[in-house]
């Protein structure tokens, strides 16, 4: 399978004319999980031809501007657009509280239900979000406030089944191919008992995506990246601004690039980026001293997880 991760902004603290707020979503069959929904997120999504109805659930990190002012706009658009199904929305202690002063937001106002899905300041692992195919787990980072990153990860699946050698064996009902490939062992009509040995190959672990910001290198960090197929890990300073990152709770790109290496992943997008670098070039070429397959991620564009 394969799904798609589209960053919606990347830009840190204010917008600039080329670049938006933190968000990201990630999209699978026609369902998604959104990533933090900065201001301006929504119009992204529409700049983007993206869905707002298939959202099943929204993921926010922490609760400075950058990263939630957009959601509750969001949601008042999908109460708009006559949303029934239910809405997951995860955060740190205290998001249900700053949705409900909004006026509208209420459950009882609204015509679709919202889970919320709080974090409290001291957790360690925590599952969020999981349906019949993906997990969304989130883990403390390390910022100047309580924040969580989260990871999205697809669940492993049966191992593929060799058809003709199946039916050679005698296999010819749907239900017995099924049954092998949850490794069970099916009795023919006349006794004779077909094991998945040799019929079923392994499982096919599922593709993984890390979502690390705002942070400063840490263990949560490294540990949602842990051989992520994609990771997208803010950097919004350069080494020559390594003091002041520290002082505010973020990382360098080669900071970022140190996270991704030692994480065992696969690819890394940069993102986060200060408004002081108009190109982020001079970030790319700094993380891909420590992590070569690293790139900048760009707004709407779609990166593709394919295990």
């Known amino acids: 399978m394969v799904f798609e991760v589209i960053p919606l902004g990347v830009g840190s603290a204010i917008p600039t004319r080329t670049r938006h707020l933190a968000g990201t979503l990630v999209r699978r069959e026609g369902r998604s999980v959104l990533f933090d929904c900065g201001e301006g997120s929504q119009l992204q999504l529409v700049r983007g031809g993206l869905t707002r109805g298939a959202l099943d659930a929204i993921c926010i990190t922490h609760l400075h501007g950058d990263h939630l002012y957009g959601l509750p706009g969001l949601v008042t658009t999908l109460a708009l657009l006559e949303r029934t199904d239910p809405l997951t929305i995860v955060g740190p ?11 509208g937001l209420k459950n009882d106002w609204l015509p679709f239900d ?18 019949d195919h993906v997990t969304v787990e989130a883990r403390p980072i ?17 191992g593929s089944i060799d058809g003709d050698a199946a039916r050679a064996a005698g296999v010819s009902e749907g239900w017995q191919f099924e049954a092998l490939k949850r490794r069970e062992t099916v009795t023919l009509d006349d006794g004779t008992e077909v094991t998945p040995d040799g019929l ?23 540990q949602l990246a842990a051989g ?12 020559e601004h390594a003091e002041r990152a520290a002082e505010v709770g973020h ?5 970022a690039a140190e996270v991704a290496r030692d994480a065992g992943a696969e690819r890394l997008l940069l993102t986060h980026f200060s408004a ?4 982020p070039a001079p970030l790319v070429a700094e993380a891909r001293e420590v992590f070569p397959n690293t790139d900048a991620a760009e707004e709407l564009a779609r990166y593709e997880v394919r295990r």
């Open 200 to 222: 079923v190959g392994p499982e096919r672990p599922g593709g993984a995506f890390a979502y690390v910001l705002d942070t400063v290198p840490c263990e949560g960090g490294r």
């Open 93 to 103: 202690e205290g998001i249900r509280d700053v949705m409900r002063a909004m006026p």
């Open 114 to 131: 919202v889970a919320y899905r709080e974090l409290a300041e001291g957790f360690e692992h925590q599952v969020v979000f999981e349906d």
């Open 251 to 255: 990382s360098t790109a080669r900071q």
């Open 142 to 158: 390390d910022h100047r406030v309580f924040c969580a990153g989260f990871r999205y990860q697809e669940k492993t699946r049966p």
């Open 228 to 239: 992520a197929d994609l990771v997208l890990h803010e950097a919004t300073f350069t080494d």
């Open 276 to 279: 002081r670098y108009s190109d």
